[in-house]
C-alpha cells in the first residue's frame, strides 16, 4: 500500500464523515490527490480532487455542495469531509495520487499512479 486512506464507517443519512488520505509527497511525487468511489456492481467514479500547488479542486455533480476536499501541507495528508450523506454514496472509496504536474485536475482512474487501499463508507437510510 502506497498511501493510506482511512475514516469510513457506517452512519445515517443526513450524517457526516471525514476520510483521510496519507502519502508523501517527496516519496510518490504527489502534485494532485483525487478521490474515487466505487459502489457494488458500478464503475468506479470520479469523487473529488485537489492539486497540491494551486489548492485546485473539482467536484462531481452528485456530491457538489456537500463533500469538501481539503489538504494538510505538513502532514502530506488530504482530506474528504463529506455532509448531508445519501444512501447512494455507499460505496469504498479510494484515495489516488496524481504524478504528474499538471494544471488541470483529471478526472479519469487511469491517469492517477498510486492508490491506497479503500475505505467502506456505508450510508444507512
Known amino acids: 500500500v502506497q498511501l493510506q486512506a482511512s475514516g469510513g464507517g457506517l452512519v445515517q443519512a443526513g450524517g457526516s464523515l471525514r476520510l483521510s488520505c496519507v502519502g508523501s509527497r517527496r516519496t510518490f511525487k504527489i502534485y494532485g490527490t483525487g478521490w474515487f468511489r466505487q459502489a457494488p456492481g458500478k464503475e468506479r467514479e470520479f469523487v473529488a480532487g485537489?492539486?497540491?500547488?494551486?489548492?485546485?479542486?473539482e467536484y462531481a455533480d452528485s456530491v457538489k455542495g456537500r463533500f469538501t476536499i481539503s489538504r494538510d501541507n505538513a502532514n502530506d495528508t488530504v482530506y474528504l469531509q463529506m455532509d448531508r450523506l445519501k444512501p447512494e454514496d455507499t460505496a469504498v472509496y479510494y484515495c489516488?495520487?496524481?504524478?504528474?504536474?499538471?494544471?488541470?485536475?483529471?478526472?479519469?482512474?487511469?491517469?492517477?499512479?498510486?492508490w491506497g487501499q479503500g475505505t467502506r463508507v456505508t450510508v444507512s437510510s
Open positions: 485537489i492539486r497540491w500547488s494551486s489548492s485546485r479542486t
Open positions: 489516488a495520487a496524481d504524478s504528474t504536474p499538471r494544471g488541470v485536475l483529471p478526472r479519469s482512474g487511469s491517469v492517477y499512479k498510486y
